[in-house]
Structures are given as structure tokens and as C-alpha cells.
């Protein structure tokens, strides 16, 4: 009997090569479109104007309302401040934008954007399985998903968040424990999406490596409060406050669905989370950050899109780990069932079934998600 299981392997491999090319080429050139309709329509936008705030009246000014206005009109971008189009993100990520403040705007853009993507393949490198050019399907998928090219139009740093948690993986696997912890300083850019990793790595027994992330993040912490100083951290906390008030901010976490009941809850699944990277610890280390960025992702009461990008870091280490193939149907109906729901939508006028339409909807409007 002739053997046909390599030919049908390889037949898979070319399909899904075929089927990731198409809608990493799709989003491209949405993207591409995005940006000629509006240059300004992305969060970059808002780190650019915050690092130039910076410059200008000092890091504690960078949370005023009323200067972000006035920086956005000299940019001559047409954004008016709203609920959601706001800088409120950590000091780090202006302090990582300010460089990019002596380019011209659209340079300036580019250039953010030409590290997210370095950001994207590094994190690709270390973390996705594999070998050979069947792994490079991984990368273009990546571009493919929803998730991912909404984060890269919009220029959020979570892409560099997910580098530095591969980092951290990558560098545990060589050995390296106190770098691994120190790589984890990325989560000070935004800190919701992996909250959780260095408590696991704590509950894992990877002690040295959580010690480097509270080493980097202690410091990058109290860096930012020097330099906000009082009435910069009290500013920061009032639009942390409203951020927290806005119901599109909650429509994608757990709290959505439990309504009064969620943050026991939460809790209580967090404290599960660190109870099984500490049973898991000696399965690989892929567990001990799969545990944390999907255990973080129900427990974050912060939650667009573009996070969810962590979820694909997350399901790369999974299949490193050769996770069962009924984890990954019921993962698969998990997110239909999510993406389904009634009342499910993206922002507050809008009822969207359809994640790619829903990405076209984003495109077209002036919507910032700082």
C-alpha cells in the first residue's frame, strides 16, 4: 500500500500557506489604505504628541487634557479629545517615542511601525514551532490575524510586549534566568497584557528570573513617578479612572459577561492560574507563560482587539508544547461562540458579527484606542 501521508502533509502545508498569504496581502494593503485615507488615525498619534508634551512642560503634563489638544492641533491632525481618543498610556511608551519626535510625523510613523514589525519576527523566532520554511506560514499567518495588523494600523505597543515575553522564554531556555526577568520590563508599556508572568515564573520556582522583572520593573516604576511627581501620578490615576468607565473598554473581558460578581471571580482565576504553572512547572517552560497570558487576559478589566494578539503568542507556545488536538477545537469554538454572542461590537454603534468587517468599520472612522 502506498504511503500518501507526506503528500497529503505537504498538500495541507501548501493550502495554508496559499490561505495566509491572501489575507496577510488583504490586511496589508487595508492598512496601507488606512493610513493614505488619515495619516493621523492611529494611537501613535497620541504617543508622538505626549513625548513632544514632554519636551515642551515636562513629563508631569503629559496626562493634561488641554496641552494633548493643543499638541494635536499644532500636528495639524484634526482629532478632537474624546473618551477614547486620549493619551493614557504608562510614561515609558512616550519616553520610547521620544527619539522618533525629531522626524517629520509620517517618518516618525513608519519608523514605529518598521519596529513593531521587527518586534512581530523576533517574537516569531523564539517563539513559534517548527522548522524549516513550513515555520514561515507562523509569521505570515500572524500578519493575517485580526488582531495582530489592527494593532500594527494602530501602532500599540502590545507587539512589543509579546517581544519581550518570547524574549523571557527564549532566554530561560538559554539558561540566562536574570535576563529572562529583566526582559519582562516591556510589560511597563502595557502592563494588562501580562500582568501575570512574572507571579508565574514565581510560582514556576523560576526565582531568579522573577527578580530581574522586579529589578526592570521597579525601576522603569519608579522612574515614571519621578518623573511625573505628585500631581502627574494623581492625573494619571483621574484618566485611568475614566478609562475604566467606558463600557468599550470592558466589551471583550470576563467582567462583560459577570457583571457584579466578576472581580471574585477574577480572583479567584488568577490565584488558579498560579497554581497551575506551579503544577505544570516541570512539563516546560512554554506552560508557565501560557498559564499566565491567557490566565491575564480573563483577569484584566482592560481589554481591545489589538490585545488579544497575546492569545497568539500564547497558542505558538502551545503547539511548541504539543498540546492535544481537542484543545484546540474546543479553543476554536470558544472564540466563535466570543465572536457570535449577541450585543457583541466594537464600538458603541456598531453590531458586528464579522471580526474582518469589523476591522474595515475601525478603519474608516476616527476611533483611537490609546
Known amino acids: 500500500m502506498v504511503d500518501n501521508s507526506g503528500r497529503w502533509r505537504n498538500l495541507g502545508t501548501t493550502a495554508g500557506a496559499v490561505t495566509a498569504t491572501i489575507f496577510a496581502a488583504f490586511d496589508l494593503y487595508q492598512w496601507g489604505a488606512a493610513y493614505a485615507a488619515d495619516r493621523f488615525h492611529n494611537d501613535f498619534t497620541f504617543y508622538f504628541a505626549a513625548a513632544r508634551i514632554g519636551l515642551a512642560h515636562g513629563w508631569a503634563s503629559i496626562y493634561d487634557l488641554t496641552l494633548q489638544q493643543a499638541q494635536l492641533d499644532a500636528m ?17 511608551v512616550a519616553w520610547f517615542a521620544l527619539p522618533l519626535t525629531a522626524l517629520p510625523y509620517p517618518v516618525a510613523y513608519w519608523t514605529w511601525s518598521a519596529l513593531l514589525l521587527v518586534a512581530l519576527t523576533l517574537t516569531w523566532y523564539w517563539a513559534a514551532p517548527g522548522a524549516g520554511r513550513a515555520r514561515v506560514i507562523y509569521l505570515v499567518a500572524a500578519i493575517g490575524w485580526l488582531p495582530v495588523i489592527y494593532g500594527l494600523q494602530l501602532g500599540q505597543p502590545g507587539m512589543f510586549v509579546a517581544l519581550g515575553a518570547a ?7 538559554a539558561k540566562r534566568p536574570v535576563w529572562a526577568g529583566v526582559a519582562l520590563g516591556a510589560l511597563s508599556l502595557k502592563p494588562q497584557l501580562g500582568f501575570l508572568v512574572p507571579l508565574a515564573l514565581l510560582a514556576a520556582r523560576q526565582d531568579r528570573a522573577f527578580l530581574g522583572s522586579v529589578v526592570a520593573l521597579g525601576v522603569l516604576a519608579t522612574a ?13 490615576e483621574a484618566r485611568l479612572s475614566f478609562a475604566a468607565s ?3 473598554n470592558r466589551e471583550l473581558t470576563l467582567a462583560y459577561f459577570l457583571s457584579d460578581v466578576a472581580r471574585p471571580v477574577q480572583v479567584l482565576i488568577a490565584v488558579w492560574v498560579l497554581v497551575l504553572a506551579y503544577r505544570l512547572r516541570r512539563r516546560g517552560l512554554e506552560w508557565t507563560f501560557v498559564c499566565a497570558l491567557v490566565g491575564g487576559m480573563l483577569v484584566t478589566p482592560y481589554v481591545h482587539l489589538d490585545d488579544l494578539m497575546v492569545l497568539g503568542l500564547a497558542g505558538w507556545l502551545c503547539l511548541r508544547a504539543n498540546v492535544p488536538a481537542w484543545t484546540w477545537g474546543s479553543t476554536r469554538a470558544f472564540l466563535l461562540g466570543a465572536r457570535n454572542r449577541p450585543g457583541f461590537r466594537f464600538d458603541q454603534r456598531h453590531q458586528l458579527g464579522n471580526l474582518r468587517a469589523a476591522l474595515l468599520a475601525r478603519l474608516s472612522r476616527r476611533v483611537h484606542f490609546p
Open 224 to 236: 515614571s513617578a519621578l518623573a511625573l511627581g505628585g500631581a502627574g501620578i494623581s492625573a494619571y
Open 167 to 173: 524574549g523571557s522564554y527564549a532566554l530561560l531556555r
Open 76 to 92: 495639524g491632525s484634526g482629532i478632537t479629545i474624546a473618551e477614547l481618543a486620549r493619551y493614557i498610556s504608562p510614561p515609558p
Open 246 to 248: 467606558v463600557p468599550v
